[in-house]
């Protein structure tokens, strides 16, 4: 019996790639574009190459290829770009590895922490350019401590526990607000009214999308650092730029935005205070590396009948763990 075709959109690493060309057949992909193949494209694609396996991270997975005569389709992070009921319509397996990677997210909400408390990246373009002199850099770029400030997680999940023993670790008081967890004793409110940083770490979903708006951040601790490695929808993002340049927040660090793009010409580029990464939050090679091996391996137990163990058939659409 011949191998079905596997269409791999995504590089994944030479492991799971050779695992996945035990039980399926590699096909040739030609160069993809930078934002991913559309639906009509990936549609052509699929036919031309005569795959029912399909891995993807990022294309558009819509009614022009849910239309095929599909298997699976295997999905490298959120499947945001995949509409889930159709395919649950159309009787096509759906499988994601489900749960981030919190060690990495934790690390990188560290990082911009750093960044934006220490004023670093605003130091660096300075010092790359020779003007880090022209007045006394420890004037112009005095920071905040953070040891012995409060940090206040809002969603005590896999990243926000990750955060809160970091922080502990570096002497800082961490406080978490978090309904669905007993061990969280704040409210919203009186976080952000105790809290020096925000760390925001909770699922997308119809109750916590734009959860921070206007009164949230005008709630907050005058001068306080938010941060988002979570997603974009959570907060209203103009909100967020008129609570800075009123200085209500001191700073920000944001990983993610409503569309996987922030448009160049947004207002939130122009401010200094705040730093962009462009969902940095699992790219690691440890992350990648696992997330693929998951994948790769409930191809295979689909492919044999069996049911997928650390991916899940999406049936309707889930939120996605913070």
Wanted: glycine share 8%; with cysteine; aromatic share 4%.
């Amino acid at each position: 019996m011949s191998r079905p075709r596997a269409l791999v959109l995504p590089t994944l690493p030479e492991s799971a790639l050779a695992r996945l060309s035990e039980v399926a057949e590699p096909a040739a992909v030609p160069e993809r574009p930078s934002f991913g193949f559309t639906d009509e494209q990936l549609a052509d694609l699929v036919v031309e190459t005569g795959a029912t396996v399909l891995v993807t991270d990022g294309d558009q997975v819509r009614a022009s290829v849910l239309e095929l005569p599909l298997d699976v389709v295997a999905v490298m992070g959120p499947p945001t770009c995949v509409d889930l009921a159709l395919a649950a319509a159309r009787g096509v397996r759906v499988l994601h590895a489900r749960h981030r990677d919190p060690e990495a997210v934790a690390e990188l909400t560290l990082a911009l922490m750093f960044a934006v408390s220490r004023h670093v990246v605003t130091a660096d373009r300075e010092v790359r350019k020779g003007e880090a002199h022209k007045v006394p850099p420890a004037q112009r770029h005095r920071g905040r401590r953070l040891t012995g400030r409060t940090l206040g997680i809002v969603g005590l999940g896999s990243v926000g526990r990750a955060m809160r023993w970091r922080c502990e670790g570096l002497g800082m008081r961490v406080i978490v607000c978090d309904p669905y967890v007993p061990e969280a004793t704040h409210t919203l409110p009186a976080l952000l009214a105790e809290s020096d940083v925000v760390s925001l770490h909770v699922p997308l979903t119809a109750e916590t999308r734009g959860m921070f708006g206007y009164a949230e951040f005008g709630a907050m601790r005058t001068g306080a650092i938010y941060l988002n490695t979570s997603r974009g929808a959570l907060h209203d993002l103009t909100a967020l730029v008129d609570a800075v340049r009123r200085g209500q927040v001191g700073g920000a660090g944001l990983d993610h935005f409503e569309g996987e793009w922030l448009d160049p010409s947004h207002p939130l580029i122009g401010l200094p205070n705040v730093v962009l990464t462009p969902r940095l939050g699992e790219a690691t090679g440890e992350s990648r590396e696992e997330l693929a091996e998951a994948l790769v391996a409930d191809i295979a137990r689909l492919l044999r009948g069996e049911d997928p163990a650390y991916a899940h058939n999406l049936i309707t659409p889930v939120a996605e763990t913070a």
